[in-house]
């Protein structure tokens, strides 16, 4: 049974810095585009940052580009996201997603993914 499990999660104040993990339970971890999301409440769940497997590179949506950075260590098989001048609308649930099969085009949608983690919360106050 595949598994991926965030940690790190935490209330912060604005303008400070967390980062989260992903350890996952897939092999080989190498071949996975793992990617970050979030969904935050009454709202739909929303691309963060991927980083393709088979030594592709990384992607980042627009509102977190320059503040967050997605890195993977294969050997752990684990993912992270070191978030970094949080503000309040960076509150929301964040997702780890693993697929094996993604075309570059799809790499930002969350249905594409097919392993996905139970989400760890990030609060941001201002």
């Known amino acids: 049974q595949v598994e991926l499990v965030e940690s790190g999660g935490d209330m912060v104040q604005a303008g400070n810095s967390l980062s989260l993990s992903c350890v996952a339970s897939?092999?080989?971890?190498?071949?996975?585009?793992v990617a970050w999301f979030r969904q935050a409440p009454g709202k739909e769940r929303e691309f963060v940052a991927a980083f393709r497997g088979r030594g592709g590179r990384s992607y980042y949506a627009d509102s977190v580009k320059g503040r967050f950075t997605i890195s993977r260590d294969n050997a752990k098989k684990a993912v992270y996201l070191h978030m970094s001048s949080l503000s309040p609308e960076d509150t929301a649930i964040y997702y780890c997603?693993?697929?094996?099969?993604?075309?570059?085009?799809?790499?930002?949608?969350?249905?594409?993914?097919?392993?996905w983690g139970q989400g760890t919360q990030v609060t941001v106050s201002s």
């Open positions: 997603a693993a697929s094996r099969q993604i075309i570059l085009s799809s790499t930002t949608m969350a249905d594409q993914y097919h392993y």
């Open positions: 897939l092999d080989p971890f190498s071949a996975y585009t």
